[in-house]
């Protein structure tokens, strides 16, 4: 019985680093996605291509099954795409007002 039990837990956790992984990837994925959506590739062109990269890299450690780096460097992809998606509203946010007062009598 207890080695019916340990077998399970093994495996259980041996199950979370894809999961995890996985799940790092996809928030990564969308945040990049929305950066580039909003200009970021122009407004902010290193941490818009470095959140490209590290989720590059990320996606090639999870197909060797280093899950914990994968995790980590899709982490760090994640941090950056937010930053970058972030400038890239604060440039269209400072475009927007230089526009309206240009049109200002």
Do not use: W
Not at 26 to 37: F, G, K, P, S
Not at 83 to 89: C, G, M, V
């Amino acid at each position: 019985m207890r080695l019916v039990l340990a077998s399970l837990a093994v495996a259980t956790l041996a199950a979370c680093g894809p999961i995890q992984s996985t799940a790092a990837l996809i928030d990564a994925d969308v945040e990049l996605e929305a950066a580039r959506a909003a200009g970021a590739a122009q407004t902010s062109p290193y941490e818009f291509t470095g959140a490209e990269a590290y989720l590059h890299k990320a996606r090639e450690l999870t197909g060797r099954s280093e899950y914990e780096r994968a995790t980590k460097l899709a982490g760090r992809s994640l941090e950056l795409a937010r930053q970058a998606r972030k400038n890239a509203s604060a440039a269209s946010n400072r475009d927007a007002a230089a526009s309206s007062k240009e049109v200002a009598p």
